[in-house]
């Protein structure tokens, strides 16, 4: 079974630029989520859709980040723009259902350095 | 506020020896907890979540909900589980399906 792609792997830009993340979730799963998982700490939600709309923004800095889910499949992460906070590694992740027990399976993740 | 705390960042244990890594968690209500593991250069993946009362590569975890903890047990160690492990807790109502995730515990197997 395939499963959740996420490209690019790797990102260097300079701060103040603009980046954009790509995320192809497990066929067939409804909800998608973004990740951001700084150096040293734990995956934070940014972003949760459900087919192509979205459920839980709150901890999304809406003022540089935004994200779109088009046609409920596929999905792009954006940042514009950067801040050198926002170096971290974001993690695509997708699940069958929204549930509070469902299984999210994560993707291989995007390494941003912002420098 | 839903708050997931892992105590050890690095944990290390000689083959054959039990392990434990501890998960204490702060909900109000009735929490859905998991263990997700990380082996190197592999993507985050589930371990197993307390719902399911089962043991997977040997791993338990029990939720105990006087002490708020959902620690992640194995008897005898092995070099192959030597991986990062993070402990979380899915939201509900408006957060429904949201993980809030401890900082993790890097687990080292030595031969």
């Known amino acids: 079974e395939a499963g959740v792609a996420q490209s690019p792997r790797y990102k260097i830009i300079e701060k103040r630029q603009s980046v954009a993340f790509w995320c192809n979730p497990i066929?067939?799963?409804?909800?998608l989520y973004w990740y951001q998982q700084i150096l040293g700490q734990g995956p934070k939600l940014l972003i949760q859709?459900?087919?192509?709309?979205?459920?839980?923004d709150s901890q999304l800095p809406k003022d540089r980040f935004s994200a779109e889910r088009l046609k409920g499949v596929d999905s792009t992460l954006k940042i514009q723009p950067a801040k050198l906070e926002d170096s971290a590694v974001y993690l695509c992740?997708?699940?069958?259902?929204?549930?509070?027990?469902?299984?999210?399976?994560f993707g291989q993740g995007t390494r941003l350095t912002v420098v | 506020a839903q708050r997931v705390t892992q105590p050890e960042k690095l944990l290390s244990v000689f083959k054959g020896a039990p392990v434990e890594l501890k998960c204490n968690y702060s909900?109000?209500?009735?929490?859905?907890l998991f263990w997700y593991v990380q082996y190197s250069r592999q993507r985050l993946q589930l371990l197993l979540r307390?719902?399911s009362r089962e043991s997977i590569k040997g791993f338990t975890a029990d939720l105990n909900k006087g002490e708020t903890s959902f620690h992640l047990k194995k008897p005898f160690a092995q070099e192959e589980d030597s991986a990062m492990y993070y402990c979380?807790?899915?939201?509900?109502?408006?957060?429904?399906?949201?993980?809030?995730f401890g900082r993790g515990t890097q687990l080292t197997v030595w031969p």
């Open positions: 066929s067939g799963h409804a909800t």
């Open positions: 992740a997708s699940s069958l259902t929204r549930t509070e027990n469902t299984e999210a399976f």
């Open positions: 909900y109000s209500g009735s929490p859905e």
């Open positions: 859709f459900q087919n192509n709309g979205v459920v839980d």
């Open positions: 307390h719902i």
């Open positions: 979380a807790l899915s939201g509900r109502g408006s957060t429904l399906g949201r993980l809030y």
